[in-house]
């Protein structure tokens, strides 16, 4: 646990430090960046997380926490969330939250750094995310790898500190 902390630390200090030099003017392939803000084409499709850090005590039937979890942005701007605690069937996974789970979360930019905030219905507090897309494979440590394309999310509290990072690599 203290690994992802420290893990952690890190990242965030990463992201701020590129959030800082205004990543959104610079390309993700010059001076060696291996993460660029991401845009709303990345987003557009279905994610599955890889791993996730938090510091945040969590009940293990909380979904939001969940080890498992799918998201599906769609070019209107709505998005579904599902979290469990076991792996998904993906015959299953695209009858569930695809067809089944009504479309109620909306995601907006807020920025061209890759800030959005995903609002839900009757809850006047959105979550607001920090994402990147990584423009290479890097490790992140002995147990997490991401690949070009994947994309971290830096979920920021109301005063704008980070309390989990997911990974995300696209489902296909």
Known sequence: MKNKKVIGLIIFIVVILIVIIGLSK???????????????????????????????????NDSFFAK??????????????????????????????FETYPKTLKFEFVNNDGLFKIITPNNPQPQTILGVYFTESQIIDSQLTVQKGDLMFSYLDPKGDIYLQRFL???E
Do not use: C
């Not at 709303?40 to 791993?51: A, M, R, T």
């Open 68 to 97: 498992y979890q799918r998201f599906h942005f769609f070019e209107d701007g709505f998005v579904k969330q599902m979290g469990t605690t076991y792996p998904f069937n993906e015959d299953e996974m695209s009858a569930i939250i």
């Open 26 to 60: 610079i390309s993700g392939d010059k001076d060696g960046l291996i993460v660029r803000p991401i845009i709303k084409e990345d987003l557009i499709g279905v994610w599955g997380q890889i791993d996730f850090i938090t510091d945040r005590k969590f009940q293990d």
């Open 169 to 171: 690599r696209r489902v």
